[in-house]
């Protein structure tokens, strides 16, 4: 009894001293906020290979703690969470603080970008160039990434001409989006993504700026009729780290992070977007309660010249700021031209 006590005992202490190690193992641990439910297709093919990635090439040494939406906090505070290094890591939409991301912002006017790698690049590349100024400056850009441009879904209206736009409320996912759906002749409605669905059913709203692979998962699929593929506007991402928490991590545990961050890495979400939306597209494609239409390029051109006033106030914002906001624009336009290709 005694000797099998002793056993019992060495295993004890050894199975503590396994423990123990393998608590101590990771000498960092990233709190990585998401606003997006585990089950979303990026987070399972774009977020949770990034964390693998990051823990395998430091041989454990940095722990990812990525967590869905509503661990963390409301994805809405991210920013602030982040800078304030209360929250180590975080996928942050912009759109959620007005008036910090000014110069970003021009990522998202209309009729811009035709695909979500393409914009991902050129939004990379205008960071890197230093077009906005010290917007980034508090955080450690990990990737600047963009959606595949956002249609017009409408419950029963196609939309052919600029007059068909006319007694339509359509719900704006940003500011720059309402200013366009108003511009073309629609009343832009702002309201939480989640109030959506009930607001389409209500009579509320006669249609949304959204996207494809959005339609089922917010559960407007029985909804809307019409797909109207007008190539709208693109909506800015944003996966940040605390600067605090890099900055006190090792030298070679940053050119981990550093390695797996970047041009790449925002080319690749952007594109991962293009996937998904062309994927969930074909339910549609092949159901006989919907109709996918392609814009003429007449439609596509009066739209443009109807949303010009949209770009000239972006214009004029970036003036009142002291900020040449032609050379920005003029930049993000070669790009668009060159990368789109």
Not at 57 to 76: C, M, N, W, Y
Not at 87 to 94: C, G, H
Not at 126 to 143: L, T
Not at 312 to 332: K, N, T
Request: negative net charge; proline residues 5%.
């Amino acid at each position: 009894m005694k000797f099998g006590n002793g056993i019992a005992a060495v295993a004890l202490v050894c199975a503590g001293s396994i423990l123990a190690t393998t608590a101590s193992a990771a000498e960092v641990t990233i709190r990585f906020g998401t606003p997006v439910p585990e089950a979303q297709w990026i987070y399972q093919d774009q977020l949770k290979p990034w964390a693998e990635r990051i823990e395998e090439e430091s041989d454990g040494r940095i722990k990812v703690d990525l967590q869905p939406t509503g661990v963390f906090g409301q994805p809405a505070q991210y920013l602030e969470l982040v800078e304030n290094g209360i929250l180590d890591a975080a996928w942050f939409v912009p759109g959620y603080s007005p008036g910090r991301f000014n110069r970003s912002s021009v990522m998202e006017l209309p009729f811009q970008f035709t695909s979500g790698e393409a914009a991902s690049q050129a939004y990379w590349q205008m960071y890197e160039e230093g077009h906005f100024g010290s917007e980034y400056d508090r955080v450690k850009p990990i990737a600047l990434f963009m959606n595949k441009p956002y249609i017009l879904f409408t419950t029963d209206r196609k939309i052919e001409s600029l007059s068909d736009m006319r007694g339509l409320n359509i719900r704006a996912a940003s500011r720059l989006i309402g200013q366009t759906i108003e511009a073309m002749g629609g009343t832009a409605i702002g309201m939480p993504v989640n109030e959506m669905a009930e607001s389409i059913r209500l009579g509320v709203l006669d249609g949304t700026v959204f996207a494809y692979e959005a339609v089922k998962p917010f559960g407007i699929d029985g909804l809307v009729k019409e797909m109207n593929e007008i190539p709208i506007a693109s909506l800015t991402h944003i996966l940040i780290m605390s600067k605090r928490k890099y900055e006190s991590m090792p030298e070679d545990l940053r050119e981990i992070i550093d390695r797996n961050s970047g041009a790449e890495f925002s080319r690749a979400l952007g594109e991962s977007y293009d996937r998904a939306d062309d994927h969930y597209r074909e339910d549609f494609y092949e159901s006989s309660a919907h109709n996918i239409n392609a814009p003429s390029d007449q439609l596509i051109a009066d739209m443009e010249e109807a949303v010009k006033p949209v770009v000239e106030g972006w214009l004029s914002e970036r003036s009142r700021d002291g900020v040449d906001g032609q050379a920005i624009l003029d930049r993000m336009q070669e790009l668009a031209a060159e990368l789109e290709d």
